[in-house]
């Protein structure tokens, strides 16, 4: 069964400060893997996303994130927090051959940047 | 820019009453999702569709039913509203394909039912 977890229910960071937003997924086989940031009042917005190939993603608003096999997380990142960069934020996972587009979604992290 | 819009942001219905949630997306995708929010619960998928006609249950789809007759409409339907279906409820869609199928969401209905 696919699975995946985000261990904190919220994150503070200061602004200039690096960020990391953790997740951890369990499926069979391969991943796709992928983080969504929702704003206020707003529905998901697409971050970025692992298929294949190189372990480090880029993304939208300079996020990135790396895949790690061995320790089955896709932690996101961002080298310097923003104070507009507080959201929702949620990982998903499918696996790459399951036959279905069915993804399953974290409970989501908050984060809060302070100013 | 896909843009997946939803009929309404803010909804209040009586408990009993029938409700639809519709969804329309204008990039000809073949997949789309019913997802209900709930805080410390995440998404939570109720239905999804492969294709026109098409449907399959999600993870929570007791209580709701949905229709899909033409490609760009999902239509989520509560035969008789209940209060622990308020929630917001997102709708996404996607195109399946060798990169990854992303999902594009709509802004979210929220639905309040007393």
């Known amino acids: 069964a696919q699975s995946v977890a985000q261990p904190e229910d919220q994150v503070n960071v200061a602004e200039g400060n690096p960020l990391t937003v953790k997740c951890t997924y369990s499926v069979s086989g391969n991943p796709y893997l992928f983080w969504y940031v929702q704003y206020p009042n707003r529905g998901l917005q697409f971050l970025l996303k692992?298929?294949?190939?190189?372990?480090l993603v880029k993304g939208s608003y300079g996020f990135e994130a790396e895949f790690n096999k061995s320790q089955t997380s896709f932690h996101l990142k961002k080298p310097s927090a923003l104070v507009s960069d507080s959201a929702l934020y949620f990982c998903a996972v499918r696996e790459a051959t399951s036959g279905t587009y069915k993804y399953i979604f974290g409970t989501g992290t908050r984060l809060k940047v302070l100013a | 820019d896909v843009k997946v819009t939803q009929s309404s942001r803010y909804l209040v219905k009586r408990t009993g009453e029938k409700v639809f949630l519709e969804c329309v997306q204008d990039m000809d995708h073949e997949n789309m999702f019913w997802y209900r929010q709930d805080p410390g619960l995440g998404l939570r998928l109720i239905y999804f569709s492969y294709d026109v006609k098409m449907k399959e249950k999600g993870d929570i789809p007791e209580g709701y039913s949905v229709s899909r007759e033409k490609k760009e409409r999902f239509s989520l339907i509560l035969e008789s509203a209940s209060t622990n279906q308020t929630s917001m409820y997102l709708c996404?869609?996607?195109?399946?394909?060798?990169?990854?199928?992303?999902?594009?969401f709509g802004p979210g209905t929220r639905l309040t039912v007393l």
């Open positions: 692992y298929i294949t190939g190189d372990n």
């Open positions: 996404a869609s996607s195109s399946p394909g060798p990169i990854g199928d992303t999902q594009y």
